[in-house]
């Protein structure tokens, strides 16, 4: 614990890179999951091919090995990237393929009769999705997609493996000092630290995920599945 | 840069190791992660007082905390209490509890499908609470949680990419490990991506024959 205290300074450091990380990849994955999300949907068989290729494909090769190319294959076409882009870029690449399935299948779930009846009433298209389909859609695609938060900030951990000091990089080499100067070997605990404070950054999300879940469908009666009746 | 197929089929030998040792970690805790998986879900399900509740922690913990650092834990962490895993057990155990803690919650979620008037069937013909899991719950309950299973396999099988931070020579680590020497990236990922690729598109191709089987004695 004294050692975690003495190097604070440096280990919030690599928390912070660890969260700009997060920040950079959520906001930019959101945003292409919301657009192609929508798109997936689309009648033209063009248009929902390739976004289908995009997700089976990003989804089916390990997360590592993508952010491996990116950093370690790209240089051969002339495109260095520093490894904070390349990390955001490789999780932004995954984070999205997974991002426009939970979208599609969102609105997907909203029934027929909502889109019939919303045309029916004469509303525009834009005006179908933002009032009718989106909030409906909210239900399904809030706890998957808390979900995928919780696993993009744990990627980030990715970055040491490319050298970025975030956290994870910053605890080892917190560890390896250690070793070197004092001849202990501390990793047992820093890295105990590290998983704490991964296990409190993201049941923040999960609580926050239940909460949202609750909100959205208050105006429901929820029936009680029966994984609550056998076991709380 | 261009695309030499030789370069492939000379290190061909290589990869079929890196192969091979991802398949070998992979089946050792894809049958590890399902007995804890039915272990840890028959703790919750029957309410076991303590195991119960420490069931639900693992399962929160392993969740919300990231393979990677899961990993070095075990690795590098563990040893200075003095548990120590080769590398190849290391990599193994880290992967079996990791997946094991997604196998409690599908599992769990399958037997909830299970109908509560196989339970009270099952007291009338007074079979005990261990054979009421064993021949009628969990064979159900298996058939219902095999998709969530597949899934957890998958996701498994891929992060079996991890072990490479740790030197374990799976397929990761030998392409990478050959491109630090050769500079031949592009051959490199290539290769892995389509590997990977065929892995995951077998395991889910083998699950649907199971499935398809599993639900012959449903069908008319």
Not at chain 1, 124 to 129: A, G, K, L, Q, T
Not at chain 2, 41 to 46: K, N, T, Y
Not at chain 2, 102 to 123: K, P, W
Request: aromatic letters at 12%.
């Amino acid at each position: 614990m004294d050692l975690i205290l003495k190097n604070w300074v440096y280990i919030a450091s690599g928390l912070g890179m660890t969260l700009k990380i997060a920040l950079v990849t959520l906001l930019c994955s959101t945003l292409i999951s919301a657009v192609l999300g929508v798109l997936a949907t689309v009648r033209n068989r063009f248009v929902r091919g390739v976004i289908y290729l995009y997700t089976e494909l990003f989804r089916a090769i390990p997360l590592i090995v993508n952010v491996f190319f990116i950093y370690f294959a790209l240089p051969l076409f002339g495109v260095q990237l520093p490894p904070f882009l390349a990390v955001s870029l490789g999780l932004t690449l995954w984070g999205s393929a997974n991002g426009i399935e939970i979208v599609r299948g969102g609105i997907l779930s909203v029934a027929e009769h909502q889109w019939r009846s919303a045309w029916a009433l004469g509303l525009r298209p834009w005006e179908i999705y933002w009032f009718v389909i989106v909030p409906q859609s909210m239900r399904a695609i809030v706890p998957s997609y808390t979900g995928l938060v919780t696993l993009l900030i744990q990627a980030t951990s990715l970055g040491a493996l490319v050298g970025v000091s975030e956290f994870l990089k910053t605890a080892q080499i917190v560890i390896e000092r250690t070793t070197i100067m004092q001849g202990t070997n501390p990793a047992f605990v820093v890295y105990g630290v590290v998983l704490l404070v991964y296990f409190v950054i993201c049941s923040v999300f999960t609580w926050l995920s239940r909460y949202l879940e609750r909100r959205l469908n208050s105006d429901r009666v929820r029936p009680v599945t029966s994984t609550e009746s056998i076991a709380s | 840069m261009s695309f030499d197929p030789n370069y492939l089929y000379a290190q061909w030998p290589a990869l079929l190791n890196g192969l091979g040792m991802t398949v070998l970690v992979s089946v050792i805790a894809l049958i590890a992660s399902v007995v804890i998986g039915i272990i840890g879900a028959a703790c919750r399900v029957l309410r076991i007082p303590v195991l119960s509740q420490l069931v639900v922690g693992y399962v929160e913990l392993i969740r919300n905390t990231p393979i990677l650092v899961q990993l070095f834990f075990i690795f590098y962490g563990l040893p200075s209490i003095g548990v120590q895993f080769s590398l190849f057990w290391s990599g193994v155990v880290c992967l079996s509890v990791w997946a094991g803690a997604y196998q409690v919650e599908n599992i769990r979620g399958g037997l909830s499908t299970v109908e509560h008037g196989m339970r009270e069937a099952a007291i009338s013909l007074r079979l005990s609470t261990r054979q009421y899991l064993r021949l009628v719950a969990l064979p159900i309950a298996f058939r219902s949680s095999l998709p969530a299973l597949v899934n957890t396999s998958v996701s498994m099988l891929k992060n079996s990419s991890y072990l490479q931070a740790i030197g374990l020579a799976e397929l990761t680590y030998v392409a990478v490990d050959r491109i630090a020497t050769d500079f031949r990236a592009l051959e490199m990922f290539a290769a892995i991506g389509v590997i990977y690729v065929s892995l995951v598109v077998l395991l889910s191709l083998a699950a649907q024959r199971l499935e398809h089987r599993l639900h012959r004695p449903f069908r008319t």
